[in-house]
């Protein structure tokens, strides 16, 4: 955990700012504006990248995901750059809760692998690469996504202890409870073994 160097209303700025940039659905503006359909109506309903693959456009979902990464890793390196690592971390957690939370959705948002992923890179990108890996690995052999997602989550703050992160553990702790409870559905759905796989619908 960082040392609370920065005010509180600057902290709270800082953290408005970032749930903001969090919630924009990126998934849903691209679908939208490629004349995909709704993505709340197709497969899973899902606003992430997995969900908008199944759309059948790679080059929209490729798009999803780095964006939807790359709103997390920005919020956490403005915040870093503008304030101090307390703010930075704060940022990814107020990121993160922006896109599972969004207000433009209803508080009805995404799981959140992408942002957490590209939230972990920001913050220390060694550990992000190690969970990035992880993702795939997993992905490749079981080439289920929420299983990757799921294993990518547990093994963070693993990565964070091997490579000399711990001031981040406990921010990663909060995010990897906060996939998995987001990812509830799919852990019922792995144990019954009717998890669809990677590009198939459901």
Request: with cysteine; net charge positive.
């Given at each position: 955990?960082?040392?609370?160097?920065?005010?509180?209303?600057?902290?709270?700025?800082?953290?408005?700012?970032?749930?903001?940039?969090?919630?924009?659905?990126?998934?849903?503006?691209?679908?939208?504006?490629?004349?995909?359909?709704?993505?709340?109506?197709?497969?899973?309903?899902?606003?992430?990248?997995?969900?908008?693959?199944?759309?059948?456009?790679?080059?929209?979902?490729?798009?999803?995901?780095?964006?939807?990464?790359?709103?997390?890793?920005i919020a956490v390196l403005v915040a870093r750059f503008m304030v101090g690592n307390d703010a930075a971390q704060l940022a990814a957690l107020a990121a993160f809760l922006g896109h599972?939370?969004?207000?433009?959705?209803?508080?009805?948002?995404?799981?959140?692998?992408?942002?957490?992923?590209?939230?972990?890179?920001?913050?220390?990108?060694?550990?992000?690469?190690?969970?990035?890996?992880?993702?795939?690995?997993?992905?490749?052999?079981?080439?289920?996504?929420?299983?990757?997602a799921l294993v990518a989550a547990a093994t963070s703050t693993l990565w964070m202890l091997v490579l000399g992160q711990g001031q981040f553990m406990l921010l990663g702790a909060i995010?990897?409870?906060?996939?998995?409870?987001?990812?509830?559905?799919?852990?019922?759905?792995?144990?019954?073994?009717?998890?669809?796989?990677?590009?198939?619908?459901?």
């Open positions: 955990m960082p040392e609370i160097t920065s005010g509180p209303m600057v902290l709270l700025l800082v953290a408005v700012l970032a749930y903001l940039l969090g919630s924009v659905p990126f998934g849903l503006v691209i679908t939208k504006a490629l004349g995909l359909g709704d993505l709340r109506t197709i497969g899973s309903g899902n606003i992430g990248a997995t969900n908008v693959l199944r759309t059948g456009n790679k080059p929209a979902a490729l798009a999803t995901l780095l964006l939807d990464a790359g709103k997390g890793g599972i939370f969004p207000v433009w959705l209803n508080f009805k948002g995404g799981k959140g692998v992408a942002t957490f992923l590209g939230t972990l890179l920001a913050l220390a990108w060694p550990v992000g690469i190690a969970a990035c890996l992880s993702w795939l690995v997993t992905a490749l052999i079981g080439r289920i996504s929420s299983l990757a995010l990897t409870l906060l996939v998995y409870w987001r990812h509830a559905p799919n852990i019922k759905r792995l144990k019954a073994g009717t998890e669809p796989k990677i590009g198939k619908n459901g």
